[in-house]
């Protein structure tokens, strides 16, 4: 990704209604260089496209979970299989445009972009390890799994009658799915190129675990990149004198051991 492209997708990030599709798209950037505007613009159109082929007039929101799961998960065929998750691509948005697979909350951002353009009342909803989408009041539960083709959830599993739904906001979806795609490079050490640059658009987020400096940190050295490593590790130290004295200097000494692999 340009300089110019993550300056996007900071301040994409940093709007009053980030755009959820955008960011994906940003972020896919990263991991696609054949991913320039042209190739946005023919993603954006066809969710644009899809969102034309769902009936007008629909009310309530069974109505809206019935057709959307007809056009994506039926006549399209948009769903998941375990491969998926074996697969970076799973986690780009233009790519699972085009292959119509993907990891659960991919499938679900494809479904609420095409449904929210058509008018729907759509939002996501992400659980313990899963990610689906919910129409109408959340209250009313009636939730779809994009995964499973847009299989209805019913009442739904355990953890999803446990508590309040709370519909996912975008910046968090988005963290979640670089989250994924830091899990996926993690156990793949040819890919923490991978790893850094899901850490670097993370940390451009106007909200982010504070760990993830100290993860980033951690990763530089990991790479080679002592000084840069140790620098980090020492500001993160820093910030955390503030809040857990021990593990500062603890940091402090991943700092010191960094410096010392540069004689």
Known sequence: MSAATREQFAAEARAERPDL????????AEADPALDERAMDWAQIELDRLAG????GLRGARAWASAVTELLGGRMGF???????????????????????GLPILLSVVWLEVARRAGAPVY?????????????DPEEGVVADPFAGG????????????????????????????????????????????ALWALDLALLLPSHP????????????ERGAFREGAGELEAYAEVMDAVDADAAVRIRAEAVSARALLN
């Not at 082929?53 to 007008?56: H, N, R, T």
């Not at 769903?79 to 697979?101: I, N």
């Not at 504070?210 to 050295?221: D, G, I, P, Q």
């Open 21 to 28: 599709a955008q960011l994906c798209l940003l972020l896919a």
């Open 53 to 56: 082929m769902l009936p007008y």
């Open 79 to 101: 769903h998941g299989t375990p491969a998926d998750y074996d697969r970076l691509s799973s986690s780009l948005l233009h790519e699972v445009l085009r292959r119509r697979r």
């Open 124 to 136: 996501g909803l992400g659980l313990p390890g899963h990610f689906v989408i919910g129409f109408g």
């Open 151 to 194: 299989a209805s959830l019913g009442a739904g599993p355990a953890e999803l009658a446990a508590g309040p739904r709370t519909p996912a906001r975008t910046l968090d979806i988005v963290l979640r799915i670089l989250n994924n795609i830091r899990a996926w490079a993690s156990s793949r050490p040819e890919q923490s190129g991978v």
């Open 210 to 221: 504070a760990k993830l400096r100290y993860e980033r940190a951690r990763l530089l050295v």
